[in-house]
């Protein structure tokens, strides 16, 4: 099964400063149709998760420019540009490259 | 509105059986492959099973197959999911989320399940 692994699992941040959020995978994430089915969810206390980016850097709808996604092969980053009060929660990237699909452990980004 | 609704979770003792439902509104439901996501504080995030648009396929994580069935009824908009022989470690909430892997971008607000004695 894939392992995906994020860095840091706690990230104090100052509000307007950027944040970035790494997360590895142990095995290739590019898919036989030659996308990478690579996802980033934010689960803000008390809230079900809520897809940010898929397939790398595509924002979903509604999802303020100031979130990022890059990377490609086993490594890949989500970045806030300005922390605002409301990017409080656990992020989490996750595979859907290889079944079973996988997500990473949660980073706990809070405010300083 | 687009949304999933699960109901059905509680309280169930070891080696019993559970179902849940998922109602979706706001979408075209039978266009959509459907999946069961669930988390616990200790093991975060587990992909349990997926079931594509037409139902004819289905996928499970190696730790529920031959005791968890997701199935759906697109007439109903509702999606399924029987568990039996449940265990301890099964106890988590579990939630409805639309999409394949390549995106889970609509996710309900989770059913706990308390599998204990």
């Known amino acids: 099964d894939v392992v995906m692994t994020q860095s840091p699992l706690s990230l104090p941040v100052t509000l307007g400063q950027p944040a970035s959020i790494s997360c590895r995978s142990s095995q290739g994430l590019v898919f036989s149709d030659g996308n990478t089915y690579l996802s980033w969810h934010q689960q803000r206390p008390g809230q079900s998760p809520r897809q940010l980016i898929y397939?790398?850097?595509n924002r979903d709808s509604g999802v303020p420019d100031r979130f990022s996604g890059s990377g490609s092969g086993t490594d890949f980053t989500l970045r806030i540009s300005s922390v605002e009060a409301e990017d409080v929660g656990i992020y989490y990237c996750m595979q859907g490259t290889h079944w079973p699909y996988s997500f990473g452990q949660g980073t706990k980004l809070e405010i300083k | 509105e687009v949304q999933l609704v699960e109901s059905g979770g509680g309280l169930v003792q070891p080696g019993g059986s559970l179902r849940l439902s998922c109602v979706a509104s706001g979408f075209t439901f039978s266009s959509s492959w459907m999946n069961w996501i669930r988390q616990t504080p200790g093991k975060g995030l587990e992909w349990v099973a997926t079931?594509?648009?037409?139902?004819?396929?289905?996928y499970y994580v190696n730790s529920v197959k031959g005791r968890f069935t997701i199935s759906r009824d697109n007439a109903r908009d509702s999606l399924y999911l029987e568990m039996s022989s449940l265990r301890v470690d099964d106890t988590a909430v579990y939630y409805c989320?639309?999409?394949?892997?390549?995106?889970?971008?609509?996710w309900g607000q989770g059913a706990q399940v308390i599998v204990s004695s």
């Open positions: 989320a639309r999409g394949g892997g390549w995106t889970c971008n609509l």
């Open positions: 397939r790398v850097s």
């Open positions: 079931i594509k648009d037409d139902g004819h396929d289905k």
